[in-house]
């Protein structure tokens, strides 16, 4: 099984700053790597697929980047409709596998 | 628009069997491999089950292999999940998702989940 790892557990970002989560897979994954975002008391929504691409009505201010084991979510400026729990995930093998999530808060 | 919403959960007593079910309407279901994912009390996803679009291929989570059974009417537009043997690590809620293109994949519609609480 792939383990995924996310860091840091939890982030305060000031409104408008710049907010950059990581991922570690345990093994590569190429580029086959998702973004999620939970808000609380809704599902998850995907942010991003394939690495890099932004998914259908996702801000642009939301970006993703890396590939093999290595993968960053950057939110260029921080809004307060941000604040939720991110998480990754890789569907290069199975089991399909999640991290276990970032907080993202307003600082 | 795509939308899918789940139903079946409750509170069941451990040892107990249960099925879980997600309508799908706005797309053509037959033509999109489906998952289930469930999420613990106050923590993270764990992917738990797929079904290619026919339902030829079926994929389980360890940690439920043998006692899940994934499972799709394509003529009715739904997707099941049967939960036999419940534990008290089962207690979650279970959420459907859609896959983006093909079985293993990222999942582009969730719905908004059914709770399943063990408890005796």
């Known amino acids: 099984e792939i383990v995924m790892t996310q860091s840091p557990a939890t982030l305060s970002v000031s409104p408008g700053e710049r907010a950059t989560l990581s991922c570690r897979a345990s093994?590569?994954?190429?580029?086959?790597f998702g973004w999620y975002q939970q808000k609380p008391g809704q599902a998850p929504r995907l942010l991003i697929s394939?690495?890099?691409t932004r998914a259908t009505g996702i801000p642009a201010r939301f970006s993703g980047s890396g590939s093999g084991t290595e993968f960053t979510l950057t939110i260029s400026s921080l809004q307060s409709e941000d604040v939720a729990v991110y998480y990754c995930?890789?569907?290069?093998?199975?089991?399909?596998?999640f991290g276990p999530g970032t907080k993202v808060d307003i600082k | 628009q795509v939308q899918l919403v789940e139903s079946g959960g409750g509170v069941v007593q451990p040892g107990r069997s249960l099925r879980l079910s997600c309508a799908a309407s706005?797309?053509?279901?037959?033509?999109?491999?489906m998952q289930w994912v469930r999420q613990a009390p106050g923590k993270g996803l764990e992917w738990v089950a797929a079904?290619?679009?026919?339902?030829?291929?079926?994929y389980y989570a360890d940690s439920v292999k043998g006692r899940f059974t994934i499972s799709r009417d394509n003529s009715k537009n739904t997707l099941y999940l049967q939960i036999n043997s419940l534990r008290a690590e089962d207690m979650a809620v279970y959420y459907c998702?859609?896959?983006?293109?093909?079985?293993?994949?990222?999942?582009?519609?969730w719905g908004q989940g059914t709770l399943v609480t063990v408890s005796s």
């Open positions: 998702a859609r896959g983006v293109r093909g079985v293993i994949t990222p999942f582009d519609y």
């Open positions: 706005g797309f053509t279901f037959s033509s999109y491999a």
């Open positions: 079904i290619s679009y026919d339902g030829g291929n079926k």
């Open positions: 093994q590569s994954v190429s580029t086959n």
């Open positions: 394939g690495a890099s």
């Open positions: 995930q890789q569907y290069n093998n199975w089991p399909i596998t």
